[in-house]
């Protein structure tokens, strides 16, 4: 296993830390790119492929975009190819494990998604943002405290920004 295989997967355990990363726009591409394909794939509001794209990719998009806004304002903007290539790789880990899970759920003989599906998802969630948490921390340079509330910041910000963008998919 590569070395910077083994360092995403220890970010995604908590172990590992962003800094440990290469910087590399070449992986960022690949991480954001599967990212992307992630969302698209899990994606169950749109039902045209051109949509359901276009959605994708600004989730990836914004959770850059938002990420690059807190490292500038803590003024460490060069760390930004490391820490959303660690944040585009969790994504893509916990789309995979969302994925897995709806699946088995889901599968010919479903009627109806089982009642531990939701919870699984949101553990799923949780974990997600604990790893955004970990990850932030290290690169922001701020208590775990302070990493949290910028994780379900990074995750309101664009949560917000992307019913603006969208607002089909605004609950009525």
Not at 10 to 37: E, F, H, M, Y
Not at 76 to 83: D, I, K, M, V
């Amino acid at each position: 296993m590569s070395a910077t295989l083994k360092t995403l997967l220890d970010i995604c355990l908590l172990r590992g830390r962003p800094q440990d990363l290469p910087a590399s726009k070449n992986l960022v591409a690949v991480t954001a790119l599967l990212s992307i394909a992630g969302h698209f794939t899990l994606d169950q509001l749109h039902q045209d492929a051109f949509a359901r794209l276009t959605f994708a990719a600004a989730q990836t998009a914004l959770l850059g975009a938002v990420v690059w806004a807190l490292l500038k304002l803590r003024g460490y903007p060069e760390r930004w190819l490391q820490t959303v290539t660690a944040l585009f790789f969790a994504n893509i880990v916990a789309d995979i494990v969302t994925w897995l899970a709806a699946a088995h759920a889901l599968g010919p003989e479903a009627s109806a998604p089982e009642p531990w599906v939701t919870g699984f998802v949101l553990a799923t969630a949780i974990w997600f943002i604990a790893i955004m948490a970990q990850v932030l921390r290290h690169a922001l340079a701020v208590s775990l405290g302070l990493a949290v509330l910028a994780s379900l910041g990074c995750a309101l910000a664009s949560g917000l920004a992307l019913m603006a963008l969208f607002p089909e998919v605004i609950p009525r």
